[in-house]
């Protein structure tokens, strides 16, 4: 794969640009600290002159125009405030964005919203049941603080409507001034399924035809990355989008991009890396065992099993490997929340180690997929008993 260096982020960013006057995709894998934001930051601040500027982003400082006022003083009319001052709300009032938003959002959540565009904030509201069977009532609760997590899937779908109307605007309206799109890690901690169903929904916005707008989108998330690519790939054969793995340069403290190659990443394979990153890291969450298992049922089909469990390596105490099966069996059908990530037990973060590891010795994964991670963090050794 071909390699080229550059001194500094700004360099970087102004040689992408170079790069989307011939390209509409650009897409940039790289674990988290290299420098995925601050690249995002300057290849829009190089679209700036004087209070012109030409990239709409979304990154880090996005969910920053965001920021709750919870009633204090009264603690029930809890809304969340837009900064009105930005680019990013451009419009807002003319524009009807609740109708605009509201399909996006009806993909990955329960809640409803209001946007009201005179006091510049957002109120939530969500439904709930009452009794049971034929006597069930639904009551509305208006005026509810969501999650954080389902705070920035909002933001983000408020995002993906302005991208909409960017794309349709005809040099007219108040989104004329995008000529760039970039997108940094849009969503943090999604399980296996939902990084594939927002990669699918974003791609298929994008590829959307007649669209002017060029596009590079940066991620730390190798399945997310992975599914890009594929919806990408005919982009790519026609020479419209390119692909690249982002590093930072130990010698010369500069910056690096590879090109991916053909495959970068098989969605096991993606979802394997993902997994030893965060095993490493210690940021483990229930959802990482429904990621393992799926990722042991494809091997096990692979190999001709019938079940996941031939997979798992056998100890001396527990030939059958009863024990690690069952911890699967159970710790990967809990009903884990998107939005609200639950960190595994300590114990249970032992258990989850040794089962990936022991999988990864055995099977002979390409060791270039695991370079760069985090060190591993000090768990203490497992006990019979766990619980989920």
């Given at each position: 794969m071909s390699t080229t260096p550059f001194a500094d982020l700004n360099t970087l960013a102004t040689h992408l640009r170079r790069e989307l006057e011939t390209k509409k995709f650009i897409l940039l894998y790289a674990y988290n600290g290299t420098g995925k934001t601050r690249l995002s930051t300057a290849f829009k601040d190089l679209g700036k002159n004087g209070d012109e500027r030409d990239t709409l982003y979304f990154n880090a400082f996005t969910e920053d125009l965001f920021y709750w006022d919870n009633d204090l003083e009264n603690d029930r009319e809890r809304v969340l405030k837009i900064n009105k001052d930005s680019l990013f709300f451009a419009g807002l009032g003319e524009l009807e964005m609740d109708n605009r938003i509201r399909p996006l959002l009806d993909r990955y959540a329960d809640f409803d919203f209001k946007i009201d565009t005179s006091a510049w904030e957002v109120s939530f509201s969500r439904n709930i049941t009452i009794g049971e069977g034929e006597h069930a009532t639904t009551k509305t609760i208006d005026d509810i603080?969501?999650?954080?997590?389902?705070?920035?899937?909002?933001?983000w779908c408020f995002f993906l409507a302005i991208i909409e109307l960017a794309m349709d605007d005809d040099g007219t309206g108040p989104y004329k001034w995008v000529k760039y799109i970039y997108i940094d890690d849009p969503i943090s901690s999604l399980d296996e399924h939902n990084a594939i169903t927002v990669a699918n929904n974003l791609a298929h916005l994008l590829k959307k035809k007649g669209s002017h707008l060029k596009v590079v989108i940066s991620t730390h998330h190798t399945l997310f990355f992975n599914v890009l690519y594929n919806e990408f790939r005919d982009e790519s054969r026609n020479k419209k989008a390119s692909q690249y793995f982002l590093s930072r340069d130990k010698q010369s403290g500069g910056y690096i991009i590879r090109e991916t190659g053909e495959t970068p990443f098989f969605h096991h394979v993606a979802a394997l890396a993902e997994l030893y990153e965060a095993e490493r890291s210690g940021k483990l969450?229930?959802?990482?065992?429904?990621?393992?298992?799926?990722?042991?049922?494809k091997t096990a089909s692979f190999h001709g099993y019938r079940h996941f469990s031939a997979c798992i390596k056998k100890d001396a105490n527990?030939?059958?490997?009863?024990?690690?099966?069952?911890l699967i069996n159970i710790l990967s059908h809990?009903?884990?929340?998107?939005?609200?990530?639950?960190?595994?037990?300590?114990?249970?973060?032992?258990?989850?180690?040794?089962?990936?590891q022991d999988f990864i010795t055995?099977?002979?994964?390409?060791?270039?997929?695991?370079?760069?991670?985090?060190?591993?963090?000090?768990?203490?050794?497992?006990?019979?008993?766990?619980?989920?």
């Amino acid at each position: 794969m071909s390699t080229t260096p550059f001194a500094d982020l700004n360099t970087l960013a102004t040689h992408l640009r170079r790069e989307l006057e011939t390209k509409k995709f650009i897409l940039l894998y790289a674990y988290n600290g290299t420098g995925k934001t601050r690249l995002s930051t300057a290849f829009k601040d190089l679209g700036k002159n004087g209070d012109e500027r030409d990239t709409l982003y979304f990154n880090a400082f996005t969910e920053d125009l965001f920021y709750w006022d919870n009633d204090l003083e009264n603690d029930r009319e809890r809304v969340l405030k837009i900064n009105k001052d930005s680019l990013f709300f451009a419009g807002l009032g003319e524009l009807e964005m609740d109708n605009r938003i509201r399909p996006l959002l009806d993909r990955y959540a329960d809640f409803d919203f209001k946007i009201d565009t005179s006091a510049w904030e957002v109120s939530f509201s969500r439904n709930i049941t009452i009794g049971e069977g034929e006597h069930a009532t639904t009551k509305t609760i208006d005026d509810i603080k969501v999650s954080r997590g389902e705070e920035n899937i909002f933001i983000w779908c408020f995002f993906l409507a302005i991208i909409e109307l960017a794309m349709d605007d005809d040099g007219t309206g108040p989104y004329k001034w995008v000529k760039y799109i970039y997108i940094d890690d849009p969503i943090s901690s999604l399980d296996e399924h939902n990084a594939i169903t927002v990669a699918n929904n974003l791609a298929h916005l994008l590829k959307k035809k007649g669209s002017h707008l060029k596009v590079v989108i940066s991620t730390h998330h190798t399945l997310f990355f992975n599914v890009l690519y594929n919806e990408f790939r005919d982009e790519s054969r026609n020479k419209k989008a390119s692909q690249y793995f982002l590093s930072r340069d130990k010698q010369s403290g500069g910056y690096i991009i590879r090109e991916t190659g053909e495959t970068p990443f098989f969605h096991h394979v993606a979802a394997l890396a993902e997994l030893y990153e965060a095993e490493r890291s210690g940021k483990l969450f229930t959802h990482h065992f429904n990621m393992l298992r799926s990722i042991l049922e494809k091997t096990a089909s692979f190999h001709g099993y019938r079940h996941f469990s031939a997979c798992i390596k056998k100890d001396a105490n527990d030939e059958d490997g009863l024990l690690h099966q069952r911890l699967i069996n159970i710790l990967s059908h809990g009903n884990y929340s998107l939005y609200e990530p639950q960190e595994m037990l300590e114990e249970n973060k032992s258990y989850f180690r040794k089962i990936l590891q022991d999988f990864i010795t055995r099977y002979p994964f390409n060791p270039m997929l695991f370079q760069s991670a985090p060190a591993p963090a000090t768990v203490p050794a497992p006990t019979p008993g766990a619980t989920s």
